[in-house]
C-alpha cells in the first residue's frame, strides 16, 4: 500500500511565495515520474507541472516562470516551488505519483490535496 502525504498549503498575499511537498510511503518499487496537479472549485482537475526519473520537467503555461518542481528521489518526495503567486492559483493542490511494480504494471497513486488561497 503506497501513501502520499502532502504538506505546505495555506492563505498567502498575492506575490508571495508557498513551498508544496508530497512524500510517499510504502512499498514503491519505481517511480516514474511525479507531478502537481490543481483543482479550483467547479473547476476539472488540471496538469501544474510534472517531472521524470531523470529530471525532465514540464509545466503549465500559466504557471511557467513562477513555479518550479524538484524531487528528492532518496525521499521518494516531489515539492513545488510557488513564486509570484496570483489570486488565480487559489485551488485544492494535489501530487501524483506514476509508478510501476517489479513485473512491469502501472500504479497512479494521489495525494489528499492541500489548499492553496491566494488573497489579500
Known amino acids: 500500500q503506497v501513501q502520499l502525504v502532502e504538506s505546505g498549503g495555506g492563505l498567502v498575499q498575492p506575490g508571495g511565495s508557498l513551498r508544496l511537498s508530497c512524500a510517499a510511503s510504502?512499498?514503491?518499487?519505481?517511480?516514474?515520474?511525479m507531478g502537481w496537479y490543481r483543482q479550483a472549485p467547479g473547476e476539472q482537475r488540471d496538469l501544474v507541472a510534472t517531472?521524470?526519473?531523470?529530471?525532465?520537467?514540464n509545466y503549465a503555461d500559466s504557471v511557467k516562470g513562477r513555479f518550479t518542481i524538484s524531487r528528492d528521489n532518496a525521499k521518494n518526495t516531489v515539492y513545488l516551488q510557488m513564486n509570484r503567486l496570483k489570486p488565480e492559483d487559489t485551488a485544492v493542490y494535489y501530487c501524483?505519483?506514476?509508478?510501476?511494480?517489479?513485473?512491469?504494471?502501472?500504479?497512479?497513486?494521489w495525494g489528499q490535496g492541500t489548499q492553496v488561497t491566494v488573497s489579500s
Open positions: 501524483n505519483f506514476d509508478t510501476y511494480d517489479p513485473v512491469g504494471d502501472d500504479h497512479d497513486y
Open positions: 517531472i521524470t526519473s531523470s529530471g525532465n520537467t
Open positions: 510504502g512499498n514503491i518499487f519505481s517511480i516514474n515520474a
